[in-house]
């Protein structure tokens, strides 16, 4: 049994952070152990929730309560998603130095949420430089998004080698694994978006059609896929594949369907069993 400690968001209503990493990782046969960092209503997009933000204290608090029962050492991996604060960032990262602790082996995958293309920079002040300086150095894994992979190399990337050039940078910083999503480089076709996944000096790339769906979640979703995917296979390119897959068949489903979720229960087969995959191209 893989056990992997999710410190992140959650809401009742929709799926986002712990509410679309957490049951797709189960799905999989993973045991979770899930750290609300926010418990609200929904998801900030629709204007309007109710809900509290806790702080670093109260994660620590309920780690401690884990550890208490003697587990830590059996955590295989631990997972971050959005960081609301740098007393939040510090607190993971200090469970991360817990784990390790107890299990020499454990990983950490880091998805290190900061802000997109359109939207800019979202995330608090200060949150780009923890990620930067502290979250992703302690990082085994981490899976920004391409705007996000600009931003930690501290540069703009339009090409495929600049592309790998950041990435080697963000490499530098100390993850060994890094999987870049909503990736658009020169030669992305109009109607296609790119993954690519980078270990070891290698790159492997998957290129999906390009939906016209937007919703929240689908980036906690891969990471948390990805991260199982890797930990079962120790292969970056495998874990791109079926992750990809995945997620894919998961948004095509809540864009035939115009839910303004993502339809993460209702097409849950996509999880064990997509419906389409992508050939795992190295690049």
Not at 230 to 251: I, P, Y
Request: aromatic letters at 6%.
């Amino acid at each position: 049994m893989v056990n992997v400690l999710s410190i992140q968001s959650h809401v009742a209503y929709g799926h986002v952070g712990n509410s679309s990493a957490v049951f797709p990782l189960q799905r999989l046969g993973v045991e979770v152990w899930p750290v609300h960092t926010v418990q609200f209503s929904n998801h900030t997009g629709y204007g309007a929730w109710t809900g509290r933000v806790f702080d670093g204290q109260a994660v620590e608090e309920v780690v401690d309560g884990i550890a208490d029962r003697g587990v830590l050492g059996t955590a295989d991996a631990v997972l971050s998603g959005y960081l609301g604060s740098a007393d939040i960032g510090h607190a993971v990262v200090g469970t991360v130095g817990r784990v390790r602790a107890a299990n020499p082996d454990a990983v950490y995958c880091c998805d290190p949420v900061i802000g997109d293309v359109g939207r800019g920079v979202f995330v608090r002040p200060g949150i780009e430089e923890l990620m930067r300086e502290v979250a992703v150095p302690a990082a085994d894994l981490v899976t920004p998004n391409h705007y996000e992979l600009d931003l930690l190399a501290q540069t703009t990337t339009r090409t495929l080698d600049e592309v790998k050039g950041a990435v080697a940078a963000v490499q530098g910083l100390g993850p060994r694994v890094v999987l870049t999503t909503s990736l658009v480089a020169e030669d992305t076709p109009d109607d296609a978006v790119d993954l690519l996944a980078s270990e070891g000096g290698r790159h492997f790339r998957v290129r999906t059609p390009r939906l016209s769906v937007a919703v929240n979640g689908a980036g906690d979703a891969i990471a948390a896929l990805f991260l199982a995917h890797w930990l079962d296979t120790r292969s970056a390119g495998e874990a791109l594949g079926r992750a990809a897959a995945s997620v894919w068949g998961l948004l095509r489903r809540t864009e035939e369907a115009g839910s303004r979720e993502v339809l993460l229960v209702a097409a849950q087969d996509e999880f064990v069993s997509p419906s389409r995959s992508f050939p795992v191209e190295e690049v």
